[in-house]
């Protein structure tokens, strides 16, 4: 009987869950750009004279995921108010017990707020280090170690033998068009696009197709066949240029997590560097500290 109330219990909770993060979007049926605070704060719920207003299910809401907050939830809202009624009905039973006093509910609520506390704490110091200078800074680091990377345009037709390349290559030495024998007789998907690979690095290719790439000048074809694992190639290079870096805006989201993650890092170091810390083993002796890796420049 106890294990087929606790089954209930826990898909009772895990439908409040589902239904509680649906009401994510429920402004955005009226208005895709209203936020939490421009909403009217409304009551959707009363449970013995105990209020309940949409800013709480707005709030609880905030930490379920994405896909979760944008399902449609029109004719879901009652069923949520409901659940949170369930809520109050629990808590109010169990405070009534005095389970509030209880020497379990203090440890975790202790345990919640040590959590809470260094949450709010940790974004206050993100939040105050995250400049635009630090942007700016971390900016120009990505650009000094990720150098413009020359790139080539190139055609290729792929053909099975050797004897079949320099066959084409015989071909194209007499003025046959690149292009219209890549898509008569290559095997290479793109055959139909005329062999166009577009642009690319030198690393994205393999080697040997690589090498023979970057040799040519823009204009010219292989003289010799390229042999891959894929087969025997003929190339033919269109053009050459210098790969452009990306804009700051084009990368800031990563570069703000990159420098969140770096401040979060200095925080903890120094943190650590003014405490004194033992962690014992499971013998009940100390255990050595590892050394604290440099910062990251």
């Known amino acids: 009987m ?54 709480e299910v707005l709030d609880t809401i905030q930490t379920l995921p994405p896909q979760v907050r944008q399902m449609p939830v029109q004719m879901l809202v009652p069923l949520v108010a409901d659940q949170l009624v369930t809520g109050r009905l629990i808590a109010r039973k169990a405070m009534d017990a005095g389970l509030q006093d209880s020497e379990e509910v203090q440890r ?12 709010v704490w940790l974004n206050q110091q993100i939040d105050e280090k995250m400049t635009e200078e630090a942007i700016q800074a971390a900016y120009q680091d990505f650009l000094a170690a990720n150098p413009p990377a020359e790139e080539v345009r190139a055609r290729h037709i792929l053909v099975e033998t050797e004897e079949e390349a320099r066959d084409i290559i015989r071909q194209l030495e007499e003025g046959g068009d690149f292009a219209a024998i890549a898509a008569e007789k290559s095997k290479d ?4 696009n005329g062999g166009d690979l577009g642009y690319f690095t030198k690393d ?28 025997w190639h003929v190339i033919r290079v269109e053009d050459r240029r210098m790969q452009e870096q990306p804009t700051l805006e084009q990368i800031r989201g990563s570069l703000e997590q990159d ?13 650590r560097s003014d405490a004194e810390i033992t962690v014992y083993g499971p013998d009940g002796n100390p255990m050595a500290q590892p050394e604290e890796a440099p910062a990251e420049q």
């Open 2 to 55: 106890r294990s087929s109330t606790l089954k209930a219990a826990a898909s009772g909770a895990v439908l409040a869950w589902v239904l509680t993060g649906a009401v994510a979007s429920v402004q955005a049926q009226d208005d895709p750009t209203a936020t939490a605070e421009q909403v009217e704060d409304r009551l959707v719920a009363e449970v013995n004279g105990e209020k309940i207003y949409q800013s």
């Open 204 to 231: 994205r290719m393999v080697e040997p197709f690589a090498e023979a790439a970057f040799a040519l000048e823009p204009g010219t074809t292989s003289e010799e066949p390229v042999q891959t694992q894929f087969g």
């Open 108 to 119: 975790r609520l202790a345990d919640a707020e040590r959590r809470i506390v260094q949450e």
């Open 259 to 271: 420098v969140e993650r770096q401040i979060v890092q200095d925080i903890v170091a120094e943190l």
């Open 189 to 192: 998907p793109g055959a139909s």
